[in-house]
């Protein structure tokens, strides 16, 4: 974040609204996978099958703001599109590969998650809104950073998609389709 005070003066105001929705967007990450790893040793100990769908609910807003996921893309076009390069790299490469990482051992330790038909739907729905969501939108836009930011977003659809089959090949494509994304 320290990097986002070197844009050029005209831009700053434009900057500061990308800075702002990336600062809501972590603090909305770290506060909803706490809560959700919470809940999970709850589960562990209780078996109370009322924990699950609070609990799914907290991993979708948490990875969902994480990767920019539809509905929860609203931070990543204004930073794209604003911050410099390097940063935005980093936070797409880097930040976005770990997130994914997360996820997939998350889904490999909880396997009981993954276990409900209902979740398996949502998450695969989900998966494929985002990427025909971001596709379309980058295909609408005329700024270079704008069309990258929804490129993203498209990609990590797909991602989910493959992760959220609950099998070894579709958690597979999910992790390979998200490596080839960060590089």
Do not use: C, N
Not at 36 to 46: D, G, K, M, N, R
Request: hydrophobic content about 60%; glycine content about 12%; aromatic content about 8%.
């Amino acid at each position: 974040l320290a990097l986002f005070g070197l844009g050029e003066e005209r831009l700053r105001p434009r900057l500061v609204v990308g800075e702002r929705k990336y600062i809501v967007a972590v603090t909305g990450v770290g506060a909803s996978l706490m809560a959700a790893f919470a809940l999970a040793e709850t589960y562990q100990v209780s078996h109370d099958a009322g924990i699950i769908s609070p609990l799914v609910a907290l991993l979708v807003i948490g990875f969902g703001l994480s990767l920019a996921i539809f509905p929860f893309h609203f931070w990543l076009p204004d930073l794209a599109e604003m911050a410099p390069p390097m940063l935005v790299a980093l936070l797409l490469g880097v930040v976005g590969l770990s997130a994914v990482s997360l996820m997939a051992t998350v889904f490999q330790a909880m396997p009981w998650i993954l276990s409900s038909d209902r979740v398996i739907g949502l998450l695969m729905g989900v998966g494929a809104t985002t990427a025909l969501l971001g596709a379309l939108l980058a295909l609408s836009q005329d700024r270079l950073g704008r069309i990258f930011a929804y490129s993203v977003v498209s990609g990590t659809g797909f991602v989910l998609a493959g992760l959220s089959t609950a099998d070894a090949v579709g958690s597979m494509g999910g992790v390979l389709a998200a490596l080839s994304q960060g590089l």
